[in-house]
């Protein structure tokens, strides 16, 4: 199957820096690239969508000041947390697709600590 | 957007058991998925399932749907310690766009 990477896997920051994640498809050309956040013990909640070459479409309560995403090449995507705060600590996930009709791969997750 | 909302929340069970899962949601889809998380993993695809289809099998794994009272069940049977993940299913009613429900904690004792 499509394979979805992410990195780092995980990150440990200090409050006002920034940090930045990015989310590859491997073996796929990724139309449209998603991030989700995801709380312990919660479910994911979609904070955008980004299309290759497009501005991303973000979710409602999601800042996009906050989180820059950037989504330069078919294969490529970033989510950046600028100015960083403990709450902002989560775990965030990335899924590609190919394809309108094409499932959605997920990346294997960064957790973010903000200290 | 809206979301699916799965019961029960935790589910603990014996190995050897048959696991159920239902979630329901509230507007038409063009597709339902479950997934799997072990905790603090990724998402593993599960299965997949169109709303023109009622049922479908996967190895253990059987999926219903029933778009006219807008749920779905996912079965686990026969389980085993390593099915101990949290479950979720997935609506999809926007072109490629995935809204999540609450998922379910299952755990499987030995």
């Known amino acids: 199957g499509a394979v979805v990477s992410q990195h780092p896997s995980w990150v440990i920051c200090k409050s006002g820096t920034s940090v930045k994640i990015e989310c590859r498809s491997l073996?796929?050309?990724?139309?449209?690239m998603f991030w989700y956040r995801q709380f312990p013990k919660q479910s994911l909640m979609l904070m955008a969508t980004s299309n290759e070459g497009s501005k991303a479409t973000y979710e409602q309560g999601v800042e996009k000041d906050k989180f820059l995403i950037n989504h330069a090449s078919l294969t490529l995507s970033t989510l950046t947390v600028t100015s960083a705060h403990p709450e902002d600590s989560s775990f965030y996930i990335c899924?590609?697709?190919?394809?309108?009709?094409?499932?959605?791969?997920f990346g294997p997750g960064t957790r973010l600590t903000v200290t | 957007s809206q979301q699916g909302e799965e019961d029960p929340q935790a589910l603990s069970i014996q190995e050897g058991e048959n696991a159920t899962m239902n979630c329901s949601y509230k507007?038409?889809?063009?597709?339902l998925q479950w997934y799997r998380q072990n905790s603090g993993r990724g998402l593993v695809h599960l299965i997949l399932?169109?709303?023109?289809?009622r049922e479908k099998h996967s190895g253990r794994l059987r999926v219903t749907l029933d778009t006219s009272k807008k749920s779905s069940s996912l079965l686990i049977t026969a389980s085993r310690a390593a099915d101990t993940a949290s479950y979720f299913c997935a609506l999809n009613n926007a072109g490629n766009m995935l809204t999540f429900g609450g998922g379910t904690r299952l755990m499987v004792k030995p």
């Open positions: 073996d796929f050309q990724a139309t449209t």
């Open positions: 507007t038409s889809i063009n597709n």
């Open positions: 399932i169109r709303s023109n289809e």
């Open positions: 899924s590609a697709n190919g394809g309108v009709l094409s499932e959605q791969y």
